[in-house]
């Protein structure tokens, strides 16, 4: 009987001490998420719609995790302050020109708070400081952008295809083109005696350079391409 009641006093402690581990640990854990062991400082700015941002989410500078919203307050109807909790190390690259935007970290996952990079040479940013915003895009209006643009393309879909049942038909220049077979023979005999003429230039042009006239001329104007050719070389 004793030797039972030691071995439950003993899994039962145990069983104690780590839930007391597992407990330490999360709190390791989140207090490391949230910078509670980490010396900060505090950064505000101001958007019209946070766009699903939330109290604890992160914050990122230059693709990095460096705090996370601390606040959220509605100022008006028109004006949400969020305030920012920044690890203090990461102060001196942030710049008074910075500014803030919401994005997401992947397709469809949680809202983050993005601190831009500065691009000129500004002063680093003090505690309790306000950064410019920059509103976010709403879903909804992209999805309307879209719905505009498949409409779009249904719509010159739709006139695509009119116009080839067109031309398969035979109406139109282009129609009357492809299925008129007379104009199609009238286009191969008129190609057939450009031919023929070009042919017949080139044997005018031949024969001119054998005639007694032309010679001279034509034999100077081989003399200085083959010049050219030689320097060219050279």
Known sequence: ????????????????????????????????????????????TTFYN???????????????????????????????????????????????????????????????????????????????QALMSVEPVETDAILGSLKVTASNAEIISYELANMLIKINNGKGTLGRLIQDTAIAENLNQTIINLKKGTRGLDENMEAAKHNFLFKNYYRKKAAKEQKAIEDKRK
């Open 50 to 128: 946070v766009s699903g941002l939330q109290v604890g989410n992160n914050i990122r500078f230059s693709g990095i995790n460096v705090g996370t919203v601390d606040n959220i307050d509605i100022i008006n109807d028109s004006t949400v302050r969020i305030d920012m909790l920044i690890r203090k190390e990461i102060q001196k690259y942030i710049k008074t020109d910075c500014n803030t935007a919401i994005g997401s970290s992947g397709i469809i996952g949680d809202k983050l708070l993005i601190i831009t990079q500065s691009k000129t040479n500004s002063e680093v940013v003090k505690d309790g």
């Open 1 to 44: 009987m004793e030797e039972h009641t030691s071995r439950f006093k003993i899994r039962l402690g145990l069983f104690i001490i780590g839930g007391l581990l597992l407990f330490v640990t999360a709190i390791f854990i989140i207090g490391k998420q949230k910078n509670m062991f980490n010396p900060v400082f505090k950064l505000t």
